[in-house]
């Protein structure tokens, strides 16, 4: 019996990554034991355990029993267990794939288990140890090489969030048209920006009137923070108005339907989407690849207010004058963007996202959504640009092949088509 153990640590890299490799793995071999291992991450939701568990795998350890079985130098019970079941004993060939999380993780829970340890990933970091670095495309490859990755442990596999967004069957009663809004992830930003989704609502419903407008509310946010943002409560900020939550739909002030779906049926909604509204992020590479043309947000109104990583989330705190250094901070690093905001518009090297970067209100919003919906021709073309140009299905089905191949677990029987898989000479 052969082991493949799938390390992974927040939501989307679940939905997006391990599920697609998952259900892979599982046409392609179906005799391996397949497990999934959470690892700790500041980044965390605590559901993870709660939506790998709906995957069905065939053992299933947790950030906590990961820590535990860390400090004794061991792999997690689960694991040992499921490798304890095999006849003979512990099989005697497995791997560890690296899907979300700190590569060094997976590196070290590959040795304690005594496998060989892969990673996928967007970022271009070599971990010592690793047996590969699984990339999405070749710019980022060149990258890790230039970063010191050896030429002959990498290789190009495709993108991941592809083979997520196909496997979506698309959502049901789809309206006419079908207009998607995201709030995003990061509490103290989406409680400023959900008054203007409310406000854009009310304003395209007056225009549109068998529309069906939808919001995938993210994991990230926190309650209160949903109840906040619904209740206007920093409506100013933006322009934005209160709505009225009635169970899992918002109503606007003039009486439109904003639904609350579950983050999980994002992709869904986006392959029956005519045009979303979203703010940078993973979110607009996901609607890139299903299709769909999308206004992309970065309101500077409050500069300030805008995520930042790295120092420039610490020069929030400083007391008493975070804000302000914030606020340069941010001004600085958009006004000195070279490239777009939005991953479509980076890859394609064109506008298929329309980009809209200042001073937002939800007039502003509402006229440059409506101009579009109202120009049936320029949708077209952006969605024959998007298919053109986004990653292509096939991610999961390369990445399974290389790494049972590379493993010593063997081929799958369905092998990949050859662009798919470009390892490195």
Partial sequence: MGQVVLVS???????????????????????????????????????????AATFAPDALSTPAQYLRAAARGAAPEPLLELAARAPGG??????????????????ALGRRLGYPAFRYSFEPYWHRGLAGLLLPDERVRKRALRAGAPAERTAVV???????????????????????????????????????????VDRLAAALPGARFVW?????????????????RHAATLGGVAGERQGDVVITPSGARLELVPEAERYAHMRAADLAVTIPGTNTLELGVAGVPSLVLLPMNQPELIPLEGAGH??????????????????????????PVSLPNRIAGEELMVELKGRIGPELVAERALALLADPDDLSRRRRRLAETMPRPGAARALVELVLERSGLGAPAALAAPDLVAEAS
């Avoid at 979300?100 to 590196?107: C, F, M, R, T």
């Fill in 216 to 232: 995938p509310v993210s994991r990230l946010l926190k309650p209160e923070t949903l109840a906040a943002g619904i209740a206007g």
């Fill in 314 to 339: 610490w020069l929030g705190l400083v007391p008493l004058v975070g804000r302000y250094l914030k606020r340069y901070a941010v001004k600085l690093f958009v006004e000195g963007l070279d490239v």
């Fill in 158 to 200: 495709g993108n991941l969030v592809a083979d997520a967004v196909e496997a979506s069957a698309p959502a049901s009663a789809p309206g006419r048209p079908h207009v998607l809004l995201f709030g995003g992830s990061r509490d103290g930003f989406a409680v400023h920006l959900v008054p203007l989704l409310i406000a854009v």
């Fill in 9 to 51: 640590n927040g939501p989307g890299e679940l939905y997006t990554w391990v599920r697609p490799v998952l259900e892979e793995l599982r046409r392609a071999r179906p005799e391996l034991k397949v497990a999934i291992s959470l690892v700790p991450c500041q980044f965390a939701a605590g559901h993870e355990p709660a939506i």
């Fill in 90 to 107: 512990a099989p005697s060939r497995g791997v560890v794939v690296g899907l979300g999380g700190n590569g060094a993780l997976a590196v």
